[in-house]
């Protein structure tokens, strides 16, 4: 489904940044906004302090493709996976818990990343070494109000 550009909560801002600022009534269409503004980037970095939104935007991204699966946080497990219904998978992933670049790749975490699959990661900055080149960098966060924006730079 389209996103609506003149919507209120679009905009662009200078020097190549785009966001999208939205309260949390709106997490549905915040996740629909960030699927379609992903383009062809299948690693997602989402940056962000604890709270910003980082799984509740993974869960509306599921909610938005169909996800039939129960949509939690990856804290514990570090990866879940969930399939998209008609083809394809997103993997959540959580570094929190992982305490460096080595821990994460005996943890299997770059072949995850370059599995393909639609892959959402929180906390990257664990492991930053990890990445594909082409990783988009997103960043959440919580505005003096209580809503949230999404920044993407391009």
Known sequence: MPVDLSDSHYL???MGEISF????????EAGRWLWEAMGAHRVIA????????????VYAICGTLGVRDAVSSPTFS????????GGGRIVHIDLYRIRDEEEA???GMEDVLFSGAWCFV?????????FPEDTL??????NE??????????
């Open 46 to 57: 989402l940056h962000g302090q604890m709270g910003a939104g980082k799984t509740s935007l």
């Open 122 to 130: 929180e906390w990257p900055e664990r492991a930053p070494g990890i």
């Open 12 to 14: 662009v801002a200078s």
């Open 105 to 107: 790749l005996q943890a």
């Open 78 to 85: 570090l990866i879940n996976e969930y399939e998209i219904p």
């Open 21 to 28: 600022r939205y309260d949390l009534s709106a997490i549905r």
């Open 137 to 142: 960098h997103v960043t959440l966060s919580v």
């Open 145 to 154: 109000d209580q809503s949230r924006t999404i920044r993407i730079n391009s």
